[in-house]
């Protein structure tokens, strides 16, 4: 399917975050129209003000958990999109990388498979106008930890799977996280295999290494 250019109209999910707000002004300054999702209005209105030069083609809407059914079938019903940006998803913060608990696991699985797996689902019945939807994931789901291996789109990480799987709770959250990273995006490829007759849509999944850098929030 051909690329999406502007001035198409593109959702981005969790613009807010780090990697979300970048997105989104790369988008605009590229002359796309943005629509993006946050947790709250007021952190809607936060990144709002980063986003003032560019008039009406910025604009928020609040999708509160992206792990419940259903989350984004009203935006998508209503948005008239081109492509979807699905960067939403938790990361681990600092002081995680010893043992999880508290939910801590559940929260990372839920946020990680069910966001892009409800996000699919209401592209599916309600982004009818859809041509092309970008999953943020992670370098971890395709991470081998053997030396000199060079890697591509045939490689999963099931070492941290099994990891998590033998470990269960006294696993620690980057390794939760990377098992997480990789049966997330291997659910999403599954969904558009099995919906291949009735999907219009075609999906790219981006995999980047920590990524470091000026928050493009600062200052706004």
């Given at each position: 399917?051909?690329?999406?250019?502007?001035?198409?109209?593109?959702?981005?999910?969790?613009?807010?975050?780090?990697?979300?707000?970048?997105?989104?002004?790369?988008?605009?300054d590229?002359?796309?129209?943005?629509?993006?999702?946050?947790?709250?209005?007021?952190?809607?209105d936060?990144?709002?003000?980063?986003?003032?030069?560019?008039?009406?083609?910025?604009?928020?809407?609040?999708?509160?958990?992206?792990?419940?059914?259903?989350?984004?079938?009203?935006?998508?019903?209503?948005?008239n999109?081109?492509?979807?940006?699905?960067?939403?998803?938790?990361?681990?913060?600092p002081?995680?990388?010893?043992?999880?608990?508290?939910?801590?696991?559940?929260?990372?699985?839920?946020?990680?498979?069910?966001?892009?797996?409800?996000?699919?689902?209401?592209?599916?019945?309600?982004?009818?106008?859809?041509?092309?939807?970008?999953?943020?994931?992670?370098?971890?789901?395709?991470?081998?930890?053997?030396?000199g291996?060079?890697?591509?789109?045939?490689?999963?990480?099931?070492?941290?799977?099994?990891?998590?799987?033998?470990?269960?709770?006294?696993?620690?959250?980057?390794?939760?996280?990377?098992?997480?990273?990789?049966?997330?995006?291997?659910?999403?490829?599954?969904?558009?295999?099995?919906n291949?007759?009735?999907?219009?849509?075609?999906?790219?999944?981006?995999?980047?290494?920590?990524i470091?850098?000026v928050?493009?929030?600062?200052?706004?």
């Open positions: 399917m051909p690329s999406v250019t502007a001035p198409a109209k593109i959702l981005i999910t969790g613009v807010n975050s780090y990697v979300g707000a970048h997105v989104a002004q790369d988008l605009l590229r002359g796309f129209t943005v629509v993006g999702t946050v947790r709250s209005s007021a952190k809607g936060d990144i709002a003000r980063c986003f003032l030069q560019y008039g009406d083609r910025f604009s928020y809407t609040v999708v509160e958990d992206i792990s419940q059914p259903e989350a984004f079938d009203q935006v998508l019903s209503t948005g999109f081109d492509g979807v940006a699905h960067v939403a998803a938790p990361v681990p913060r002081g995680l990388s010893g043992p999880s608990k508290d939910g801590i696991l559940q929260g990372i699985f839920n946020a990680s498979a069910e966001g892009n797996l409800n996000l699919l689902r209401s592209v599916k019945e309600h982004g009818h106008t859809v041509k092309r939807v970008v999953i943020t994931s992670s370098s971890f789901a395709a991470l081998q930890f053997q030396p291996i060079k890697h591509t789109e045939a490689h999963w990480n099931d070492e941290s799977i099994r990891v998590v799987e033998e470990k269960g709770e006294t696993a620690t959250a980057i390794e939760h996280y990377a098992a997480s990273k990789s049966l997330a995006e291997r659910g999403a490829w599954k969904f558009m295999q099995d291949k007759a009735k999907v219009n849509f075609d999906l790219v999944t981006v995999l980047p290494v920590p470091i850098g928050s493009y929030t600062v200052g706004c």
